[in-house]
């Protein structure tokens, strides 16, 4: 995600994912989605995208098991105005293939970590826009759960679209988060987080990104919940062609109400 000043955009995102269980320590999993970003202001870059992907989660024993996903990602950049001077006006794709291997680790009740790794390809419509590029794909985490008490980390590294800015971008996502529970009515949680973007094309600069936030829920009742947030977004760029992305500290005070009713068990 990359923080805009003054833009309207309209996006839209489908996916499903569905698990099946060839055995007792095997299950298959397979998934797609797509999405739709608009700019009705012609202030970004109009994209769609397709996604797709496959794996299998070999269960070991009762502490490790081992995953294999394949992921392909296609992305069609639009012409308008603004594309143009990325693009020089010719409609512009990229696709990406990752092969993936993981390990998961439950270490107890509390701990489990996971890491993934493998090659990713990455293939545009006008190499002389965005070359061919083999690159590594990264994913890992630890999350530890107690009853009143979870914290969590992860790191990714990858290639994503571009979030309407880029065509394509190299991406390093840092986040964590802590979260107590006062009782059963109050929780409180903290959150932090650092995103790089890196554009495929040549000279279209990097956006940095640091976040720090907290939230206090308090829970009224069986279904409702009142919060309040806080969050500190501190985003910098070194790209001079888009003037309307956010390049100083932005702070964000949030209340909200949700509703949250129980999950319904049927009887069979």
Request: glycine share 12%.
């Amino acid at each position: 995600m990359i923080l805009t000043l003054n833009t309207h955009s309209v996006s839209n995102l489908a996916n499903g994912e569905f698990a099946y269980h060839l055995d007792y320590a095997t299950t298959l999993n397979v998934g797609g989605g797509s999405t739709l970003l608009r700019f009705p202001d012609s202030n970004g870059l109009d994209s769609d995208g397709l996604q797709a992907n496959a794996g299998l989660t070999r269960r070991l024993d009762a502490k490790n098991s081992l995953i294999g996903m394949y992921v392909f990602s296609h992305y069609d950049y639009l012409p308008s105005a603004y594309s143009s001077t990325f693009t020089g006006g010719s409609p512009f794709s990229l696709d990406t293939n990752t092969v993936s291997f993981g390990y998961l680790r439950t270490w107890n009740r509390e701990f489990t970590t996971n890491v993934s790794v493998g090659p990713q390809w990455l293939n545009s419509s006008n190499s002389a826009l965005v070359p061919p590029t083999t690159a590594i794909a990264v994913d890992g985490g630890i999350d530890y759960r107690l009853r009143s008490n979870s914290a969590r980390a992860n790191y990714s590294h990858g290639s994503n679209g571009g979030s309407g800015y880029l065509l394509g971008a190299t991406f390093d996502s840092v986040d964590g988060g802590y979260t107590r529970q006062f009782g059963r009515d109050l929780t409180l949680e903290f959150t932090g987080a650092y995103r790089r973007n890196a554009g495929l094309q040549l000279g279209t600069g990097v956006i940095t990104a640091t976040y720090g936030g907290t939230q206090v829920t308090r829970r009224f009742g069986r279904y409702l919940n009142i919060f309040a947030t806080y969050t500190a977004i501190d985003q910098s760029t070194s790209s001079t062609a888009q003037t309307n992305i956010l390049d100083q500290l932005y702070h964000v005070v949030s209340f909200g109400v949700a509703y949250a009713p129980r999950e319904i068990h049927l009887k069979q």
